[in-house]
């Protein structure tokens, strides 16, 4: 579903380039859960970036389901964001003007979904996440497990293909953040959606099938989970 070819990104500042992303080549398969670890200013944001189409590669190919997004024009990639992508942040992102049920209508009615359709959307998404209750009430009412909930909510509520979630469970404390995740694998499974994650948390990391470590702009280990009964192992893909 997703491929970088020899992808570079760097940034002017003042006199200097900050070279966030240093010729990094990778494929991700259809219904695959990758989590992305590494330090913070390893690039692990910029390739999450480049991937939902919200940034565009200084050198290098980025292609996901067919789509050039090298070199695709904005209407193309507005496109793709609202119909194939799911995006769940660390600081959620929620419009504090709109209640829980209006925030996760409202890719739908960027898409020109009928109201009763995405009423209808939101309310099954929201009874999901266990928030069919909080409908009505506004950002500021939730609990920040709950904002993060109804973030999810949001980003499946248009049955993307592909769902890239940036440190997802960083602000929530461990019995919310273990709830976000299994909500993220399961919703992700019944939509057989490609689920990305970052995260700075090994137990997090632990639960995606495929673990890839960056460090200095670079992809430095890429490994798949072989999981026996009581024990998991992690198996080495050779690099380059």
């Not at 399961?186 to 099938?209: G, K, N, P």
């Not at 890429?222 to 050779?238: E, F, H, L």
Request: aromatic share 4%.
């Amino acid at each position: 579903m997703i491929s970088l070819q020899n992808v570079t990104r760097y940034y002017e500042t003042g006199e200097r380039s900050v070279h966030a992303l240093g010729g990094v080549s990778l494929s991700i398969a259809p219904h695959e859960f990758v989590a992305v670890v590494g330090p913070s200013g390893c690039g692990k944001s910029t390739l999450l970036h480049l991937i939902a189409g919200l940034d565009r590669p200084t050198a290098g190919e980025i292609t996901v389901d067919g789509l050039s997004l090298t070199t695709a024009d904005d209407a193309a990639l507005t496109h793709f964001r609202r119909r194939q992508l799911g995006l769940v942040f660390q600081f959620f992102n929620l419009l504090p003007t709109m209640n829980v049920q209006e925030n996760v209508s409202l890719p739908l009615l960027l898409q020109g979904v009928p109201l009763a359709e995405c009423e209808a959307r939101a309310q099954e998404l929201l009874r999901r996440v266990g928030l069919t209750e909080r409908a009505g009430h506004f950002v500021h009412q939730l609990s920040g497990g709950e904002q993060q909930r109804t973030a999810i909510a949001r980003a499946l509520v248009h049955r993307p293909s592909l769902l890239i979630a940036d440190e997802p469970t960083g602000n929530l404390d461990t019995a919310s953040a273990e709830r976000v995740l299994t909500l993220l694998r399961e919703i992700a499974d019944e939509q057989l959606a490609t689920l990305i994650l970052v995260t700075h948390s090994a137990e997090v990391a632990a639960a995606a099938s495929r673990i890839i470590e960056m460090r200095d702009g670079k992809i430095v280990s890429d490994c798949v989970s072989s999981v026996q009964p009581d024990t998991q192992a992690w198996q080495r893909i050779p690099l380059g």
